[in-house]
């Protein structure tokens, strides 16, 4: 039913291209009678691939001319879908439910990513996306590309181990080893997470490698290889990366953490606020 939902068509990236360039000339030569279920094909079209923003402006816009559509299930699940990927979570929030017996297996991968951004509910949200990793991997590429890593990300983070068994057979990439550390810093491969964190420190990718410095930095200080004001230096340093990465919360919640253990003397390390890393999902801030 999501698949339907969200229109989505498992094309290559050149042909899905071309379906949204086509249902953006059919909407605009569409007679009165039609015009909603056109401009809705187009929002399906943009949404497959892998423009959220389109998708959102194209329906929001078909929704002020036939307002009464709004009642469709379809219709809303695709809005609140097209917000959570356009960064507004509040507009996403239908995501969350109630939805009808009949619906929650068709909404239970979106409300997992909905709860993901939100934060406060890192083990369910995990266990949701973890029952449905193998149908994200059969989405369409612009789509499978901009969730599967931080979905991979916050199953290996907050997962069970029955949860972190659904990663198996991960695609390459800087994204994934970044799980792969995250899988053995759980299972207490702290030394082998250690070296892939301090790898992917120096990644191409800003937010891969935000995250691994981020991590490698908390590590010295639990470890007590680094000193506490030496690390809240670090990440003071880190501050312009993590902004750009749009994690300045996260990296600042290290340093006050930080900053604690200076403050009391303690020996050894305890995070003294919840701390989380929010997957961004390329598009979920």
Known sequence: MDLKWLGLQSLPPEKLRERLHDAFLAAADSDPAQRFEKRLEEAKAAFSAGSATEARGILTVALEDDPEEAERPGVRFLLAASELLAGNKEGASLLEGPWPDGQKRAVQLWRGLYLAAVGGHEAEAAHLLAMDVERLKNYPAPLRDMLLPGVAEEIARYGTQADVEALEKLPAGSSYQLVDAFRKLRSGQREQ???????????????????????????????????????????NTLMPDARLAGREVQARLQQADAICVLMTGQTRWTPSTPYRLVPEMRGIS
């Open 193 to 235: 997470a250690y070296g892939l964190f301090a790898k992917l420190a120096d990644d191409r990718d800003p937010i891969v490698a935000e995250k691994a410095l981020e991590q490698r930095i908390s590590m010295n200080l639990a470890s007590g290889k680094t000193a506490p004001d030496a690390a809240a230096e670090q990440y």
